[in-house]
């Protein structure tokens, strides 16, 4: 074991440049264009070559057996540089065209898909679910798993009017993109924490607790001379923010627990400003290990927009345009009084106008 | 072993295209005892429709306050494999680029100081390498930093920067993302390993607005490259495009939000002065057109989740600014400014974005000592309720300020 | 008389093409101390950049608790002609129609019992005469009555509803505003003249989306015209547009905005299930094209100036209602369904668009007994904090309602 | 005098039937179309013929002398019919378009303009001011004087781009339009209320007036054993909303009561929703009688609208086409941190993309 003198601190992560690739290293900074070849495959071109990337699926939650074939492949085909994307899929960076095809058949042999480029649904940005969190209302990994094999065809083909992103988080913390996506699927409790009296004095800091609440639905009580909290289950609407910060308060609640849905979200300057997701399903149960209910749900909605959006509009452009009656009309999913927004600028949602379509 | 684990709802999700997280780890679970009773005790969330894991404690290396998250299960008697479940978060490099040969050596440490299963990457940024016991967590980091790496953010302290592939292969990248990254991720090491801010801070860095790292949604400070000048052209290049049949007029004219684009013949003009940058034209003509020559970034404050004021994008603070030869002084400058701040009047689990919104976009400009602007804002105030803070004195007829 | 009376500050507005106010109220400032004290106080006010009007009291006529508003002179000693200076607000005919007539016997008595000032109208859409002592107020209000005139409202009341121009002389009038209006004001006589509410209610009604009235902005609750089914198009007229050389496509096609109108050679095509009705087409072409057969009109509730939670427009709580037969009953229900439950819930001056708010639309919905619709928001909520309402019980799997 | 048997109360307004000229009686709900003859002339429609309209600018505080040289006229020209306009025009129903002309002679000999219709400023929507109300920062009738002296030409024309609607208001209750015009100008306080400790007690309600503040500046406090109050001026936004419940605490300030200019609001549902007039020029001062500085800022704006705003655009659709900055670029206005809200949403205002202009 080495000794305390030699034990290193705040040395930061290693500098990048030794990870890039020589053609890369060259055209660095003067990257001329891009071209797509095939779903999954993008060349670049710089005054130096070109580079040609192959992107593949990853399930993200992988072991060192999964990378490890990962790495044997980029030894084989790309000279041993590989990258992941900010979406967790994996990129090969070829300096030979000619070794796209062969590392395809491989990847596909190794069972996973080659895509995710340009008008595809690309890796599910999401979460740790039952795999990690304490926090968590339903599980990440096995949400995305059962959704992307329903719409692994979105991932392999680009046949969709424009790039669509799908995310999924376990709690209302939303850790990844739920906000922002073009298809979210969020888990959530649904029942106001259960308040551990006995654990919570010790815990738990009162007044850190009572300012978590986004709702001010936390009182400081007293129960048999103790001092705890309480909780005005009119106002409390589930998000685990007490959770967070007074392990005293979990809301975990198998019978109400569940998934919701929501649209129309993007990140993007491209054309319209970045919009948040909102609303369409409020509630569909927990149901693993493939969640029908969900699964079936995304994928109407993803057929909905593949056959009516025009070119390059993204799920929240094309609501924007044909309007919200008709996206529900559309897709049949009922309008409740749950997608009527009562949270801080909820009066910034209401309709101050006579737009309508009738 | 693996042999004696029934997985029957588990099993269902080995079938199907998409490549499966379980199958993968099944191939560990021969190996471990982490990854045996992970799927043991996920199995048992599967039946139950419930997670069983405790809340986390403190637990991380010495000197460090961020990078661990502390993970136990909630059943250690029936999986004694995750009894301790910790996470470790390393600092991934710029632009999530490897070389076999460094990462092998990292999965050697994990495989054997771990579960040796990865979240390639988290959410933030980080390689995640996840599971292992308290008692693991010294050796990993010792044979981490021995091998050149270090560890990531959590808690309330600088979150692990990151950024998108940019200049490395992209030929919209408007600054030098991976070196931007680089420079305040070593800048700022102690920010990052020791929580000592009110809460959270996440930098992501996008090399154009197309960004690609979502930088306006998932970071307390995106820095998000942009030009002030002309869109370049290549009018022969775009003849081709015009040749090869694409349908200019729907794909790109109809598109651009300001309708500042006309083509005439094989032609295209650009009325610069009305363009917003939004990429959408050099997006589908990218060997037509590409970013000016006055690049830089603008920087955007206080992206966040829901919790708890409700989920914000960035707002525009800085809406122009650029690195010149290599110096990053002024965006050190910059930060700190920001930081100190924001340590001084934010409050306790405040987030920068709620602290602006609280306090009001105008004095956190004073405070930070930059100058308003309308590119700050989609307009105007609409509502009269204005602090005036130049008046007239009862004495004369000149304007003062408090 | 006038003649003593200097106002070199006032001579100023007697310049320039715009008809003067001040050479109107010199003209009665021979015949009535109203006038000439209104004028000396006026200047003063000129020289001294401020009011001297003192705060109202509560003066009225018998039985009514609105229609007048109290105004004192904080001068009375140096301007005893407008020491009183009360306004009476009488309640306007419908569409501000009037014969010179009728006119003409309210201008005697006001001459007779004060100022023979006038706002014709005031923005509420009274007739205003402005300016009595408070003796006159109950001989002004009888002789007022004997000619069939009332008074409007004031204080925390229904306040008198306006409308449009309408079908008396609008071709886009989807419903009757002037009947509506006329029922209205007959129907809630009570509620006009004795004030009983939390505050304020003001009814607007405009005949379609231009909203001649500004109902969207300055009613409580505006009642805008609309239709349901396709816009009616006369292809003919609309080839004359063509023909006389128009430029359709920069001023209708281009301007539509959903982008849902084409033209081929001299034929108009709508795909009406895309319009949102804004009228702007109808505007430019009206000779070619008008609303549906399936007219009748959107409620929109909230509207107000910015005191004190910052101003609101309307918005939709009923997307589409008409009248049938003349039967104004379901109008009447609705009314009275909302002005109960704003009485139960509101707060003292708490206008009905800052209730709203606060207790949230869907439980507003709720209380007036009315169902959710799309047509109501923008878009749905974006935050997860939702309260949920159904829920599953530990015995069984059947939902159920709390 | 009457008996008190004779008091009728609750009649309402007279029947609106009997003021309608009857060729509009004839045509009630039935117009076929419209068409404009000149500025401030019109001609509608229906299958019992036309009528033609001519609208006359009144300043609305009008005595009975004006009003029956009005009738007079209506006598003579419109068989004695005629109405009011929603913004305070007098309008003038001929069945005999020979009439329009002569009609027109005898307004403008009357002192009066003929205008206001299709692409015109019209009649400004305004308020008491110094001539009636208690809480006036500034006086009303004069401004609009001073303005529409200054903008007459595009009252008598119709060159504009699109209607142009002017309001002024003289304090925040802003009884009016100014919260939706495309020009506004609104008078306001500057400087916190007064407080009058001696009159407060007796003649304001300590809670409704501590309730009344809009930024809980007030707090009730006790002097010399009277409960009266005390106002955080730090908060303070002089919106006199204190003193309409409590008039012992008046906000004139002749020395800092001035004109604010704001721009941009619509409300017709043409082309784009309505919209919130929005701050252009914060202060302005007081400069009776004729308030240069007011009319030449609002001049300059028509002027920078009329030369470049597109056909039908209206200054809101026109400023959002271009931009705020180049708005304020154009108009030479200094942007400043008072045009940065800080009010409940604000945070919605702020801009959260990288769309601006360079
Ligand atoms: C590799 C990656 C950056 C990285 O450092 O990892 C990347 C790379 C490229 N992006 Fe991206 N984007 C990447 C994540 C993103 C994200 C972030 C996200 O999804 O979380 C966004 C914002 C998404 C959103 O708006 O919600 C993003 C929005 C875009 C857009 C805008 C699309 C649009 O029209 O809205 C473009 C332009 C385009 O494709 O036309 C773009 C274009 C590109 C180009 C074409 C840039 C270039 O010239 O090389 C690259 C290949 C695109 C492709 O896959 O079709 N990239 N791109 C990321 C790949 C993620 C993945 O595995 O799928
Ligand atoms: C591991 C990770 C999710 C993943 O699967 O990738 C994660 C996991 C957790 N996040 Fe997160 N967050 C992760 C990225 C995010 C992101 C996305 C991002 O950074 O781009 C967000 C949304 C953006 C943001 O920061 O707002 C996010 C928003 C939250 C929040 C809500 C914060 C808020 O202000 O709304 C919480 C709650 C909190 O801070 O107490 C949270 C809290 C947590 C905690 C620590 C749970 C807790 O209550 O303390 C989770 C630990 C899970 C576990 O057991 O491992 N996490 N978290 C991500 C970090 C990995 C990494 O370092 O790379
Ligand atoms: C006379 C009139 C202005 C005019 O010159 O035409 C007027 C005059 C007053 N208004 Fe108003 N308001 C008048 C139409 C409006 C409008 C416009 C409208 O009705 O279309 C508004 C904006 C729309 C709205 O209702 O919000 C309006 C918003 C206010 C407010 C702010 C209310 C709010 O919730 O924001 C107040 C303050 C209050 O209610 O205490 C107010 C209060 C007042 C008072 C009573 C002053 C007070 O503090 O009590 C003014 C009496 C002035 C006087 O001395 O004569 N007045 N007031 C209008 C009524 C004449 C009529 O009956 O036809
Ligand atoms: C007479 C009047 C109604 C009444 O009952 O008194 C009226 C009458 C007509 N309006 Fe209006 N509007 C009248 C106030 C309004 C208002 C309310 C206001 O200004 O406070 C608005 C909303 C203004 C706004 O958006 O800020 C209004 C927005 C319109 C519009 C929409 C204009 C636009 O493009 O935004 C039209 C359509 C048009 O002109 O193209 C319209 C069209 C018309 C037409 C053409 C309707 C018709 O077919 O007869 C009438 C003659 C228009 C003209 O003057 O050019 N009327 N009109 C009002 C005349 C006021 C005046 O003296 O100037
Ligand atoms: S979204 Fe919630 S449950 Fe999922 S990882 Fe984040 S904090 Fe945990
Ligand atoms: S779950 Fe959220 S809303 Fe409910 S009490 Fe806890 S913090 Fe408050
Ligand atoms: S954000 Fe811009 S520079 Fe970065 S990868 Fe995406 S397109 Fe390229
Ligand atoms: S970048 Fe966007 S706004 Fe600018 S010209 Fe291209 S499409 Fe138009
Ligand atoms: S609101 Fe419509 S119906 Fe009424 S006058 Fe205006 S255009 Fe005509
Ligand atoms: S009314 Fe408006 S939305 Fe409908 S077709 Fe005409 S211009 Fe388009
Ligand atoms: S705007 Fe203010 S000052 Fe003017 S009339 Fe209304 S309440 Fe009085
Ligand atoms: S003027 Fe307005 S902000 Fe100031 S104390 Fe009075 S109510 Fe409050």
Redesign the interface.
């Known amino acids: 074991m ?1 000794t305390e003198a030699k ?10 440049e ?3 690739h020589p053609i ?1 290293k060259d055209n ?2 003067k ?4 071209d797509s070849i095939k779903p999954g495959v993008l060349s ?1 071109t ?1 005054p130096a070559g070109t ?1 040609f ?1 192959v992107r593949c ?12 074939d990962i ?2 492949l ?2 084989k085909y790309s000279d ?7 979406r ?1 899929n ?1 990129e090969f ?1 070829l300096a030979k065209e000619e070794n796209i095809d062969p590392l395809i058949v491989d990847l596909n042999a190794m ?3 080659v895509g995710g480029t340009n008008n595809a649904i690309s890796n599910v ?3 740790q ?8 209302a339903t ?1 990440a ?2 949400l ?3 959704v ?2 329903e719409l ?1 065809e979105y ?1 392999t083909s680009e046949k969709l009017p424009a790039k669509l992103r799908v995310a999924v988080a376990c709690c ?9 996506s073009d298809i979210a699927i ?1 888990g ?1 409790h ?2 106001p924490p259960r308040i551990d009296n006995n654990a919570l004095p010790n815990q738990c800091e009162i007044p ?1 607790t009572v ?5 001010n639905a936390i009182r400081p009580t007293s129960i048999e001379g103790k001092t705890t909290v309480k909780v005005d289950e009119d106002k409390c ?3 685990g ?1 007490c ?3 007074c ?1 005293a308060m979990p809301l ?6 569940g998934v ?1 849905i929501w649209v ?1 979200g993007k ?8 919009m ?5 399903i ?2 569909l149960p ?1 149901n ?3 969640w029908p209910e969900v699964t079936d749900a995304v994928k109407k909605i993803v057929e909905l927009y593949a056959a009516n959006a025009r ?2 509009e993204r799920v929240g452009e094309w609501i924007n ?8 009309d559309m897709s049949g999913i009922e ?24 | 072993m693996a042999d004696d684990l029934k997985t029957p709802l588990l099993d269902e999700l080995e079938k199907g295209p998409w490549p499966s997280f379980i199958t993968d780890i099944k191939s560990m679970a021969g190996k471990n005892d982490y990854c045996k009773d992970l799927l043991g005790q996920l199995e048992k969330s599967y039946e139950d429709k419930r997670g069983y894991w405790k809340h986390g404690g403190l637990v991380g290396v010495m000197g460090y306050g961020g990078g661990v998250i502390g993970r136990y299960s909630a059943l250690p008697d029936e999986f004694p494999g995750v009894s301790h479940f910790h996470t470790v978060r390393v600092n991934q490099p710029s632009g999530w680029f490897y070389t076999t040969d460094a990462l092998r050596e990292i999965m050697d440490i994990w495989e054997e100081h771990g579960s040796g299963l990865t979240n390639m990457h988290g959410s933030t940024g980080d390689m995640v390498l996840l599971g292992t016991r308290t008692e693991e967590l010294e050796p990993i980091f010792r044979a981490l930093t021995a091998k050149g790496w270090d560890l990531g953010g959590s808690g309330s302290d600088l979150r692990t920067p990151s950024c998108c592939v940019g200049p490395a292969r992209c030929e919209m990248a408007c600054y030098d993302t991976l070196a931007m990254t680089y420079d305040l991720t070593k800048s700022y090491q102690d920010e990052l390993h020791r929580p000592m801010f009110n809460y959270k801070y996440k930098i992501k860095m996008s090399g154009c607005p197309n960004d690609c790292t979502a930088a306006i949604a998932r970071s307390d400070m995106g820095i998000i490259g942009i030009w002030r000048d002309d869109i370049k052209v290549d009018q022969a290049a775009f003849a081709e495009y015009v040749d090869s049949g694409m349908d200019i007029q729907g794909a790109v004219v109809d598109l651009c939000p300001t309708g500042c684009i006309t083509v005439e013949g094989k032609e295209i003009n650009i009325d610069d002065s009305d363009c917003v940058k939004c990429m959408h034209c050099l997006n589908r003509l990218p060997k037509a057109l590409s970013p000016g020559d006055d690049k830089g970034f603008a920087v955007c404050l206080g992206a966040k989740a829901p919790i708890v004021e409700g989920a914000l994008f960035g707002s525009v603070i800085i809406p122009f600014m650029k690195i010149e030869d290599g110096d990053f002084e002024p965006m050190h400058d910059l930060i700190e400014r920001i930081w100190e701040f924001w340590d001084e009047h934010g409050t306790s689990r405040e987030r920068i974005g709620e602290f602006i919104e609280r306090i009001s976009l105008a004095t956190f400009l004073e405070g930070i000592g930059e100058d308003p602007s309308p590119k700050m804002v989609k307009a105007p105030r609409d509502n009269p309720y204005i602090f005036y803070e130049e008046y007239y004195e009862e004495e004369g007829a000149s304007a003062s300020e408090e």
Chains 1, 4 share one sequence.
């Open positions: 080495a034990r290193v601190t705040d040395i930061g992560p290693p500098q990048y030794q990870f890039l890369i660095y900074g990257w001329l264009y891009h670049h710089g580079i990337t699926a990853s399930p993200r939650l992988v072991s060192v057996n999964f990378l490890r790495m044997d980029a030894d041993g540089y590989f990258r992941f994307t900010s967790n994996i960076l069972g996973t898909l940005v999401h979460t679910g039952w795999v990690h969190c304490h926090s968590a599980d990994s096995g995305v798993k059962a992307m094999d692994a991932f209302l913390n939303m850790c990844g993109a739920v906000h922002a969020l959530l649904r029942t850190t300012a978590s609440c986004p709702n609407m589930y998000c923010n959770f967070t910060v392990p975990a609640d198998p019978l109400n627990d919701s129309g990140i993007s300057n491209a054309r319209t400003e970045p948040f997701t909102k609303l369409a409020p509630y927990n693993p290990p493939r070119p390059f345009r044909i309007g919200w009656e008709k996206f529900f309008f409740t009084k749950y997608h009527l927004d009562d949270f801080r600028h909820a009066g910034t949602t209401y309709r101050r106008s006579l737009h309508n379509r009738y």
